[in-house]
């Protein structure tokens, strides 16, 4: 197992608070002070992470941002070690914070009783702090290569997964005999609504953002199983009311397995999608592998009060400590953060550096997708790309 790693790399100016450290003061704040809870997470967690903060500090030079970078420990070592995935009052400190940037958590040894996996956030992070949009871009980047016939700017486009409720809010809660089990999928009208909002306004805000010259009309796509299951059903019609209210973004319709094929099809017609828990975990990896990988693919939980930021695969144990992972995947994290705690410009920079690293042949992938070089020639190039 890989021992507890400082989120902050040596070098750097801010250090660590302890995890059991009291929230930060509250009250006026630098314009351009930046406070960030970092969660390192299980196995290539550490690195992914140091890495993300390494370029994060010359971003911050760059951009004339002060940084305090506080480390909460919390995921699968940390259960084994003390029977619990987090440390007390762990939401209200990661609430308090600018930022949450998280490494993945997890570790295939480490279990409950009835065989399921122990010390995972997602059903204490997500819940815990009503973060209830999962927001996962799927761009295909300049020098990239995915597992289709499709090249760079084919593939942009974001799925928006309900992140509370859904098939996994059973987790732990369904009901098993020797003989069969069962889980339930709970939908309700608020918790689409609010979801489905959030991914309208999302598809509004990327069509502010793109070139004047841009014909592209932006509309937001609900999958389900409508078809099948009533829940699914409620999800669309809920869809449908929400969708009435911006005759500016259009709307449609597919179903999970029609949706299944044309993501890896016709990954080109889709702007925003939106849909149930389940649907999103499983649909969202299916699109990393058409923009080269897992290891390419950041996330946001974002919530009314708080979110977080994390890639969107796990832990990988087998790679800890070998310093092969690809860190591309937290620093696309990094930049959904920058944009959401309002430092776009800073966003912008950083995506334009990681874009260029892969354009210009500074970083490249093995097939089986590790960087060449390793982590530390990623964060290399990238902070090289910065300027």
Do not use: W
């Amino acid at each position: 197992m890989q021992p507890d790693t400082p989120a902050t790399p040596p070098e750097a100016s801010a250090s660590p608070a302890p995890s059991d450290a009291p929230p930060a003061p509250t009250g006026p704040r630098p314009p351009r002070h930046l406070t960030l809870a970092v969660i390192p997470g299980d196995g290539i967690g550490p690195e992914l992470t140091r890495s993300a903060l390494t370029v994060l500090h010359a971003l911050a030079e760059q951009k004339g941002l002060t940084l305090d970078i506080r480390e909460e420990l919390a995921g699968a070592e940390h259960f084994r070690r003390t029977g619990r995935p987090v440390v007390p009052g762990v939401l209200d400190r990661l609430a308090a914070a600018d930022g949450v940037l998280k490494g993945p958590v997890g570790l295939p040894d480490v279990r409950h009783p009835d065989g399921t996996e122990a010390g995972l956030l997602g059903g204490v992070l997500r819940t815990g702090l009503d973060t209830y949009a999962n927001i996962r871009p799927m761009r295909l980047l300049p020098g990239v290569r995915g597992a289709t016939r499709h090249a760079a700017g084919d593939i942009d486009y974001v799925i928006v997964r309900e992140n509370t409720e859904g098939l996994y809010l059973s987790r732990g809660a369904g009901v098993a005999t020797p003989d069969a089990a069962t889980d339930q999928l709970m939908i309700t009208r608020s918790g689409t609504a609010r979801v489905v909002r959030h991914a309208f306004e999302l598809a509004r805000t990327r069509a502010a953002a793109r070139d004047a010259s841009s014909t592209r009309r932006p509309e937001v796509v609900c999958v389900d199983k409508s078809n099948v299951l009533r829940s699914f059903a409620l999800f669309h019609t809920v869809f449908e009311e929400v969708a009435a209210d911006y005759p500016d973004i259009g709307s449609g319709h597919l179903y999970a397995d029609a949706a299944a094929h044309e993501l890896v099809a016709h990954p080109e017609r889709f702007d925003v999608l939106v849909m149930e828990n389940f649907l999103g975990d499983i649909l969202s990896d299916l699109g990393a592998a058409t923009v080269g990988g897992l290891g390419m693919c950041g996330s946001g939980n974002i919530g009314d009060g708080a979110a977080y930021f994390e890639p969107i695969h796990g832990s990988a144990p087998a790679l800890a400590g070998r310093g092969l992972a690809n860190p591309t995947s937290q620093l696309l994290s990094l930049v959904l953060l920058l944009e959401h705690v309002g430092h776009p410009d800073a966003a912008r920079t950083l995506h334009t550096a990681i874009a260029r690293a892969y354009a210009d042949g500074a970083v490249g992938l093995t097939p089986t997708g590790t960087p060449h070089g390793g982590t530390h020639a990623v964060t290399d190039a990238v902070v090289a790309a910065l300027g």
